[in-house]
């Protein structure tokens, strides 16, 4: 066995649902399971979280399809609505709630004539300027919407363009605007993201979206996820399969990128960016390496990452052997240290994996 795995762990995700219900206030619980669950795979974490939230969030279609295919029969929120008359009809059939974000969209309502009744969420451009209708047009379009007789405007959605960011100026401004229109029209609305919840307790209204708090990950640069009392939800580990001795001033892996600064150790790790480890990790990211006495010590990525392999420096880890396992992120190596060593964000690691590393759901 190569012995590449991701472990995904059922308790902390329940844990970390559980976290964001206590954090809201009484509003319905949405986790947003879109993009394969951020990676932890998408039945897995809603037959987890079935107890512990009130819907799932998806961003197309097939994600939606593949919940009600495993039994799942929770509400279901299509955060980008439909892309087609017939996904409508379908969306319907399967008792998918809408966001409607365009003109196109409501087109599509108008001109289908719909077997079952669908519930909407007007999604409303508060500022973001990404998805939603612009806020000058809420009145046309919620009596348009009011014309559809298969059609049911159960709230007003927006999302936040920076409520993770230190110093956002931005947030309240689009809550006040989310919060005018449901108030004007009598019904609820959807803003907190998982940032908000932590950050905007005032913001939740009457349902919240967490996702990237639910997978174990802060959404805060500059705080960590066991600080806001998340627990981790995958481990990502590998086995090392060789080690080198390389002389002080010798280049290590593609392009000779590392140089060996004095004679060093060199592991290698069966793990590569065909597994969804980031090619861009640089040398110097951290990493965690379990020694034959049991325990776990640092060590840094040295030399690129190849599609099947990494390199590792182990000249300090003197009991380091082949077969020793290698922690890539988890809970030795926070996921979030990771992406910022490889200037991203945990939700693009999580949804770069592969299906190569073996899953164990636990
Ligand atoms: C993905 C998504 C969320 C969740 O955002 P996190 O930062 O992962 O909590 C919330 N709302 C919408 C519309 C989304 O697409």
């Known amino acids: 066995m190569r012995g590449t795995r991701l472990e995904l762990r059922s308790d902390s995700l329940r844990h970390n649902a559980r976290r964001a219900r206590q954090l809201s206030g009484g ?3 949405f986790a947003m399971v879109k993009a394969n669950g951020y990676g932890h795979g998408l039945v897995f974490v809603a037959q987890s979280l079935i107890e512990d939230v009130d819907g799932f969030g998806v961003a197309v279609l097939e994600e939606a399809k593949a919940l009600r295919a495993a039994g799942i029969g929770a509400p279901i929120m299509l955060l980008e609505g439909v892309f087609d008359a017939d996904e409508l009809i379908t969306a319907a059939a399967l008792g998918c709630e809408l966001i409607v974000h ?15 009744r669908v ?66 029209y009598e ?49 990502l580990s590998a086995k090392i399969i060789a080690i080198n001795q390389v002389p002080s001033g010798d ?29 861009h990790a640089p040398s110097g990211t951290a990493l965690a390496v379990k020694n034959v006495d049991g325990a776990w010590r640092s060590a840094t990525l040295a030399g690129r990452v190849s599609m099947d392999m990494i390199t590792i420096d182990v000249t300090d880890l ?39 590393p073996e899953r164990e759901f636990l």
């Open 119 to 184: 519930s909407v969420w007007l999604k409303l451009d508060t500022g973001m300027h990404r998805l939603g209708l612009p806020l000058a047009e809420l009145d046309a379009v919620v009596s348009r919407l009011q014309c559809c007789p298969a059609v049911s405007l159960v709230g007003m959605a927006s999302h936040f363009a920076c409520a993770d960011m230190l110093g956002d100026s931005m947030s309240e401004a689009q809550l006040q605007k989310v919060r005018y229109a449901a108030a004007r």
């Open 251 to 279: 280049a290590v892996g593609y392009g000779g990128d590392w140089r060996a600064q004095r004679d060093s150790r060199i592991a290698v790790v069966a793990i590569g960016y065909g597994d969804g480890y980031p090619r």
């Open 318 to 356: 003197p009991l380091t052997q082949v077969g020793d396992e290698v922690e890539l992120w988890g809970d030795q190596v926070s996921v979030d240290d990771v992406a910022q060593s490889c200037g991203t964000i945990s939700y693009e690691l999580f949804c770069r994996l592969t299906g190569r």
């Open 27 to 29: 509003a319905s619980v």
């Open 102 to 116: 365009s003109e196109w969209q409501l087109e599509l309502l108008e001109s289908t004539p719909l077997a079952e």
């Open 187 to 235: 019904v609820p609305y959807s803003a907190a993201n998982s940032a908000a919840i932590f950050r905007y307790p005032h913001s939740v209204g009457r349902r919240v979206r967490p996702g990237i708090m639910l997978y174990g990950s802060s959404p805060f640069a500059d705080r960590s996820a066991a600080s806001l009392g998340l627990q981790v939800t995958q481990r």
